[in-house]
Structure formats: C-alpha cells, structure tokens
C-alpha cells in the first residue's frame, strides 16, 4: 500500500497518493508486475516494450523476476538516470529512437513477440484496480480524484477497481451503507498537457497549445482509450484539465510551499487512514506537478466544492 498524504491547503481538502513509493518509484509497477507475472505463465520469455522511461525501469525489474528478455525502446533524449537503469538490468536489450513506438510494433511483429502496450491490453489495467482498493481504506469518503493521464490505462484500471469493488459489496448481500463504501465510485478527471491533450482537450478548451511540456511521460497523442476514459470522466460527472508550463511551475512553487507549511506547523508526518508519508519523503516530480495543477485549475472553478469535498491527487513521480 503506498501512502498518502494531506496537502496543507487553504479552504481545500486534497490528499496526495504518494506511487513513488513502488519498488521501482513509479505507478507503473501496479500495472507491470501482474501483467508481465501473467504472460511469463502463457510462457513468454521475450517481449518489447516502448516508453518514455519509466514503464520501461520498471518493466525491466518484472522481467528479470520472470526470467523474460526485455527489449526497451526508449527516445534518444530519455532522462539520464533512466536510461543509468535500464543499462543496469542484464535482462534488457536497449533500442534509443526517434520513434519508439512505431520501432517497437515493427520489431515485435518482425521477431514474433510479445509487445506490451497499456493502449490496448486491458490486462494492464488489472494492477491499477489496486489503487482503488487501498484509496477505499485510505479516504472512504473520497469525492474527486485527479489522475495525469497519457494512454488512459491508469485512470481506466482505478475506475475498474471501484465498480468491481461496489458491485462485489452488492453480490454480497452487503448494503453499501454497511459496508461503509459511497454508492459509486468519485468523480475522475483526467490531467493532461498543452502538448499532449487528446482526452482531457475534449472538456477543457481554456489553452494554448506549445510544442514542449516539462510533464514528459504524457506522450500519447493517439489514445486508443480516448472513448473509453472520455465515457468514464463522463459517467463520474468529472472532466479534464490542460496544464500548460506556466501552470506546472506555478502548481510546483505553491505544492512546495504548503509542504513547508506542513513542517514549520509541526505536521511533518500527515494524517492517515491506512497509512501515510513524512514531508521529506514527497518527490516534487513534473508529472505530480501536473496533476496537482489540475486540481488547482479545478477549484479555482469551483471555490465552494473544493472548500466541501475530498480531493485525492494521484502523485505518479
């Protein structure tokens, strides 16, 4: 279970879901150890994988435990400490491109393998229904939760998680108000950037697109799950939000300094249903940058909701 944390905000009620707190520090281990456990048992033992660093770090750790040859394809300007990872790992074949994506279909159909790909196998979204499980235990009374967002598989698998988990309750025979779980799962939003914005770009039309976006790991501009998440932000009565640079430094300056807040007021370790985090353990990553200033961006639009409701942030670096 990875911890959570409460964001000492003025008028605001926002936790952060702390996933660098996986083996491999990332929410990308949720997904790729149940998934690559599953295909090592259908007997694979090569698979391909394209990223834009991490899913491929932590791919690396799932294959090596199952003795499977992973082949990473990475772009050329990968992030040093990454790519210092990955060339660690004995099981790893490193491919760097200007197109991983398409170099990695290419050479999976070529040699006959297996490519992971989060956009279209629904298996990789069974370990992101944990995540709903452990926030269910952790903020039982959770209204919104906001989640940076790329294929959509994160934000599918956690919504998965909650009607799985409510529809259990039902079979049953457990009343929801008697198994302490809300009738239907928050209201999901999806956090993308002025970059990369096919799903959250359909509800917010409030940006101007750039070229560049510090939040790296939003890379999919396909979205092969657009209809599916659109569907889900939809049904949960969410939406979506489109953070430009300006705003991830702005959301990054302001998390900063609630989090000293949180030390000078003597609250350096956060209140907790579950479990919980000190402040000198929360990594000030982009892509946590990212969905932070999506919740932002939100209550600057709804001032009384966000002074009314429970927000959790899903902290992904």
Same mark, same amino acid.
């Given at each position: ?34 998934? #690559? ?5 259908? &007997? /694979?033992?090569?698979?391909? =994988?394209?990223?834009?660093?991490? $899913?491929?770090? @932590? ?39 200007k197109t991983p994506k398409r170099d990695a279909l290419r050479f999976a159909r070529e040699h006959d ?31 919104? #939760? ?5 294929? &959509? /598989?994160?934000?599918?698998? =956690?919504?998965?998680?909650?009607? $799985?988990?409510? @529809? ?73 939000f489109v953070i430009s640079n300006r705003e991830l430094e702005e959301a990054k300056k302001v998390l ?5 807040? /949180? ?55």
């Amino acid at each position: 279970m990875t911890p959570v944390y409460k964001i000492s905000l003025p008028e605001s009620s926002v936790w952060a879901k702390l996933e660098s707190h996986n083996p491999t520090g990332t929410h990308k281990d949720r997904s790729l150890g149940p998934w #690559i456990s599953y295909y090592a048992k259908q &007997g /694979a033992r090569e698979v391909a =994988i394209s990223s834009s660093g991490n $899913s491929a770090v @932590s791919a690396a750790k799932y294959c090596q435990d199952s003795g499977i040859t992973l082949h990473a394809f990475v772009r050329r300007d990968i992030e040093e400490y990454k790519l210092s990872s990955l060339r660690k790992n004995t099981n790893v074949i490193l491919h760097t491109s200007k197109t991983p994506k398409r170099d990695a279909l290419r050479f999976a159909r070529e040699h006959d393998i297996l490519n992971l790909r989060a956009s279209t196998d629904d298996r990789a979204l069974v370990g992101y229904e944990v995540i709903a499980l452990e926030l269910i235990e952790q903020v039982p009374s959770l209204d919104n #939760i906001f989640i940076p967002t790329s294929s &959509g /598989a994160t934000l599918a698998g =956690i919504y998965q998680g909650y009607t $799985s988990h409510i @529809s259990n309750r039902r079979t049953q025979g457990r009343s929801i108000r008697e198994a302490s779980v809300t009738s239907q799962p928050p209201s999901f939003y999806a956090v993308q950037t002025t970059k990369v914005h096919p799903i959250a770009g359909y509800f917010d039309k409030d940006f101007l697109s750039e070229t560049t976006s510090y939040a790296t790991a939003i890379v999919d501009n396909i979205a092969h799950r657009k209809d599916r998440v659109i569907q889900i932000l939809k049904e949960t009565r969410g939406g979506g939000f489109v953070i430009s640079n300006r705003e991830l430094e702005e959301a990054k300056k302001v998390l900063g300094q609630a989090m000293r807040l /949180a030390s000078s007021d003597g609250h350096s370790r956060a209140e907790r249903k579950g479990s919980l985090a000190s402040t000198n353990r929360i990594q000030l990553g982009w892509q946590s940058a990212l969905v932070f200033a999506g919740f932002l961006k939100w209550r600057k639009q709804n001032p009384n909701r966000a002074r009314q409701e429970i927000s959790v942030c899903l902290f992904t670096d």
